[in-house]
């Protein structure tokens, strides 16, 4: 589920940020979200290794989630042009470490074999990746598309219980 989420996170943002920019932040150069939101997540995916040994991977989790939830709702609440730039940096920040996190947690899998549990998780990816888009558009549809934008905060919020979950069901099975 945690990986599921993400990919409906950054699916949905590789597909809509720039029509977000255009339609709701009317910017002429409305790739430029899209661009920040991926230059954010390159970041740090370079950089969430030492975020991980540093605040340790359950505060990782809900760090992002929180990222994630804020990027939105800045964006969302404000869809001028500097405050939709700075959100969608903080969603590409956020969403960039969780699938990461949960390939290298699949990997160390008591259930699965390594091989397994990764094309699992892969196979939520790819599923969240387009349900995302699609889900976002069918929200937009019906209401609009600043509307639509709060899927991503929920599923990014969502990162915190189900994170919680997970790890406390490995320290309880630990």
Request: positive net charge; glycine residues 10%; proline residues 3%.
């Amino acid at each position: 589920m945690l990986v599921f989420l993400a990919a409906i996170c950054e699916g949905g943002m590789f597909d809509w940020s720039g029509v977000y920019f255009k339609e709701v932040v009317k910017i002429e150069i409305f790739t430029v979200g899209y661009l920040m939101f991926m230059i954010l997540m390159a970041i740090s995916r370079f950089a969430s290794d030492k975020i991980i040994d540093r605040i340790g991977m359950e505060r990782t989790y809900i760090m992002s989630a929180v990222v994630i939830f804020m990027g939105i709702l800045l964006s969302v609440t404000l869809p001028y042009f500097w405050t939709a730039l700075f959100g969608f940096c903080l969603v590409g920040f956020g969403t960039a470490s969780v699938i990461p996190m949960t390939y290298l947690m699949a990997g160390t899998s008591r259930k699965y074999s390594p091989g397994m549990a990764i094309s699992i998780i892969a196979t939520y990816g790819i599923v969240g990746m387009l349900i995302g888009p699609t889900m976002i558009g069918y929200i937009a549809h019906a209401f609009n598309l600043r509307v639509s934008f709060i899927a991503f905060a929920i599923a990014g919020i969502m990162l915190i219980p189900i994170s919680q979950l997970f790890f406390r069901h490995q320290k309880s099975i630990g």
